[in-house]
């Protein structure tokens, strides 16, 4: 199966320099601060937010900033997937404190649930055992810590959330962040599903930070032409690039 991470398999490829641009982007957007932490975020399942956080945090791992990438998608993580490692123990095990028998190491310390990948600089906490509670977890006092002690061992952290139209648990997190960034795919997402994400990530006080334009054909197209990023406005013309395309009608003999 072909790999997902683009910016490491195919490093010359539009679509590594796409993320290579967001990298810098982001880079300017903190260069008179110290915001570091994170939050990658979709409309609706399908847009790519997973491949998104993946990427970006291999792009920075390849300037040698020390990465976490964190999967809080704890119905349906798939990050230990694409970078090889196991899938528990994860956020989910630390921050219910059910472990399974044979865990070692010491559940309360956030740090014997992370795991280094193949990946120089890359590291990751996977999103762990299918809770019955996701929200009411992310809500706890424990997962404030996890950020407060993340913070001081990581350059970068790269949380990898679940659709915000479809759970509460980006929501949760959207605050607790510095800033939140929104996967939408072309043909895709619904101009208004962006607009309402959008509102409810400042509606909880979170920052939004812009838009990743995904799933882009860049046939013909240079990949500068592949992302829109850093704006809190939404045209026209990038709502009809963003709205499904329906089939013309066929034409009666």
Do not use: W
Request: aromatic share 8%.
């Amino acid at each position: 199966m072909k790999s997902e991470l683009i910016v490491l398999d195919s490093p010359k490829s539009p679509e590594a320099e796409m993320f290579k641009n967001l990298r810098t982007n982001i880079q300017f957007m903190n260069a008179d601060s110290e915001k570091k932490v994170m939050l990658v975020t979709s409309t609706v399942p399908g847009e790519g937010k997973s491949y998104v956080s993946a990427n970006l945090a291999c792009a920075f791992a390849q300037i040698n900033k020390k990465v976490i990438l964190i999967d809080t998608d704890m119905r349906k993580g798939r990050q230990h997937s694409l970078f090889n490692v196991h899938p528990r123990p994860g956020l989910s095990n630390f921050l219910s404190g059910v472990v399974d028998q044979d865990f070692i190491g010491n559940k309360e310390s956030i740090e014997n649930f992370i795991q280094q990948t193949d990946i120089d600089n890359l590291y990751l906490i996977s999103a762990g055992s299918v809770p019955p509670n996701p929200s009411e977890l992310l809500v706890s006092n424990r997962m404030k810590s996890v950020i407060t002690s993340l913070k001081q061992k990581f350059d970068i952290i790269i949380f990898d959330a679940p659709p915000s139209l479809i759970v509460a648990d980006s929501l949760i997190l959207a605050r607790l962040v510095d800033f939140n960034i929104l996967v939408v795919a072309q043909n895709y997402t619904k101009i208004e599903d962006i607009q309402k994400a959008k509102t409810a990530i400042e509606n909880v006080g979170g920052k939004f930070a812009g838009i990743v334009l995904n799933k882009v054909h860049l046939a013909g197209k240079s990949y500068e032409s592949s992302y829109y990023y850093g704006s809190q406005k939404i045209n026209s013309r990038n709502a009809k690039n963003m709205r499904k395309r329906k089939k013309a009608p066929k034409k009666r003999s």
